[in-house]
Every structure is written in structure tokens, then in C-alpha cells.
């Protein structure tokens, strides 16, 4: 709908005659639809909401002059756990006068939360939930290979020995599942793995055990997560989707560490093509592997090979 009522604007259309003809979302729960309008040159700003009101659509516009050290806030949803749909007048809110981005950041619900775009200026920044997640995760990757001593070419089977564990490699699991991760003791663990893969999956496959090892059962930082866990209790496979992506992100960065995969990637690039390949053999991951960290660090040039 933004971008209906964008076209609106630079077709010379009033703002009112395109909510004429938007409406709220097609969902089982009616979802709000939001947008806000900004003139550049007066910085009067409008603020829309869209919502159901009985059999109806209701179509409101706010407009303000803007006041120094002030803004104003609508929703989708308000009340106890986002439940109900906003209604009522925008909310003024006193604005910090610096770190705008994080204050409006860390007042947004921490479990609900997605995204956020703010505009200062000409300076447009955005924090995007899936990329502090991630963030969080390359800072785990780093402070155990810091910690544990592991660098990033070392064998994964000497260095889960040297921890505590024993890896078996198998063609016991069912096809399905890659790995299989059990407490045995109060510092040691079993780790089994498929065997009928490729090299370079099978060192994914363990990376990504040792993500749901570190991040989810506490092993090593979470004394009271891992203390908690009944010795022979099967721990992977049981994760969620969420804790699935998690596992496979951390052993993206263990297996690839941010600050020197962007290095190798500077270094096999030549005239705007990255030979993707002997990246990937540097690392022993596969070629896809590689790329999808390429494109999640945003070093994807014109062209790969």
C-alpha cells in the first residue's frame, strides 16, 4: 500500500482519492495497514491507518507540523501481547537527541520486533532482527575459537575430542537427519554424524551440531542450561525451526570467520569476478556454502565462478 500511495503522489494524485481504493489485509486477523507521508521541504508529515471497523474500512489521515524534539507513533496492534488493533490518536513521544535508531529500538518489544528503517537527515539506517541474531552469533563463533583455541582450518574431530566430546561418524541415523547429539557425563558429550555425505558436508554437519551444542544446550558458557540436561538425553535432533537457522549460521561463521573470509574473497576477485571455488576450497565448505556467506556479508560482486 505504500508504494500504491507513492505512485499516487507522483502521478499528482490527492492522498485521500488512493485510500479510496486500499484497505486493510486479507489475513484471518484483518491486519492494520500503516504508512506515513513526509513533505521534505515544509516537514509537515502525515500518518495513515487503514483498519476494519465492523463491515466497513476506515480510512484515517493524521497531519502535523513537525515540533523540535517530539514525534508521534501509530500501530497495527496495541494492548497486552499486540493483540488488539490500534485505535485512538497517534501517541507523542519525546525523541532522545542522540542514538535515535537504538532508543526506538530497544523500546519495541523484544519479542516482537522485526525491522527498523529511521530516516535522520539524509542519513537512512535500519536494524533488521534476523541481522542482530546474527551478530550475536559471529560474536559467539569468535569468543570460542578465542576461548577454545580453535582455528578455523584445524580437524573439527580434534577439536571436539579436546573439548569433551567423541564424535562417531555412522550410517545408523535415519536418512533425514545429518546428526545426533547426546549428554554423556557432566563435561562430555557424544556426537554422531552421518557418514554417507561429501568431506565438506560432513564438516558442515559438525559445525552446525556444535552450534546447537554451544547456543542451545549451554555446553561450555551455560553452566545452568548444560547442568540442567539429563545425562543420555537426545538433544539434536529436537531443535525448532528458529534453532535450526541459528545452528546453521554459527557454523557459517566458525568454518568461516567474517574478517578473514572477506579477506580471501578481496584477494580472489579480479575484474569484478570472485573465483568463488578456490574460496571454498580454502575453507572446506562447498561451493553453495561459500556463496550463501558471500551474499549474507554483502561481498557478492558481478559476477562468480
Not at 233 to 250: V, Y
Request: proline letters at 2%.
Amino acid at each position: 500500500h505504500s508504494v500504491d500511495i507513492a505512485d499516487g503522489i507522483e502521478n499528482g494524485e490527492e492522498i485521500e482519492n488512493t485510500l479510496i481504493r486500499l484497505t486493510y489485509e486479507g489475513d484471518a486477523c484483518a491486519t492494520p495497514r500503516i504508512a506515513a507521508v513526509l513533505d521534505t521541504e515544509t516537514g509537515k508529515y502525515s500518518l495513515i491507518l487503514i483498519s476494519k471497523d465492523g463491515e466497513e474500512t476506515s480510512r484515517i489521515m493524521w497531519t502535523y507540523q513537525p515540533m523540535n524534539g517530539y514525534g508521534r507513533i501509530i500501530h497495527t496492534y496495541t494492548g497486552e501481547g499486540g493483540t488488539e488493533c490500534f485505535t485512538g490518536n497517534p501517541v507523542t513521544v519525546a525523541l532522545p537527541d542522540r542514538n535515535l535508531l537504538e532508543s526506538i529500538w530497544d523500546s519495541l518489544d523484544k519479542d516482537n520486533r522485526v525491522s527498523l528503517f529511521v530516516v535522520q537527515g539524509d542519513d537512512g539506517q535500519i536494524i533488521n532482527r534476523n541481522e542482530e541474531t546474527r551478530r550475536k552469533i559471529e560474536h559467539t563463533a569468535d569468543a570460542i575459537r578465542e576461548d577454545l583455541d580453535y582455528h578455523h582450518n584445524s580437524e573439527l574431530a580434534d577439536f571436539i575430542d579436546r573439548i569433551g566430546g567423541t564424535l562417531t561418524m555412522t550410517s545408523a541415523l535415519d536418512i533425514l537427519k545429518d546428526a545426533a547429539l547426546m549428554k554423556t557425563g557432566e563435561h562430555s558429550f557424544l556426537m554422531k554424524v552421518r557418514e554417507d555425505q561429501t568431506n565438506e558436508r560432513i564438516t558442515f554437519t559438525i559445525a552446525y551440531a556444535l552450534g546447537h551444542l554451544f547456543l542451545h544446550c549451554g555446553y561450555h558458557y551455560v553452566s545452568e542450561m548444560w547442568e540442567a540436561l539429563p545425562v543420555n538425553e537426545i538433544l539434536l535432533p529436537n531443535a525448532s525451526n528458529e534453532q535450526e537457522l541459528q545452528a546453521i549460521a554459527f557454523a557459517k561463521a566458525l568454518l568461516m570467520p567474517e574478517d578473514l573470509f572477506k579477506f580471501y574473497i578481496h584477494t580472489h576477485e579480479k575484474d569484478g569476478i570472485i573465483n568463488m571455488r578456490d574460496v571454498a576450497k580454502h575453507f572446506h565448505v562447498s561451493y553453495d556454502t561459500a556463496k550463501y556467506r558471500a551474499k549474507e556479508l554483502d561481498l557478492i560482486a558481478s559476477a562468480i565462478l
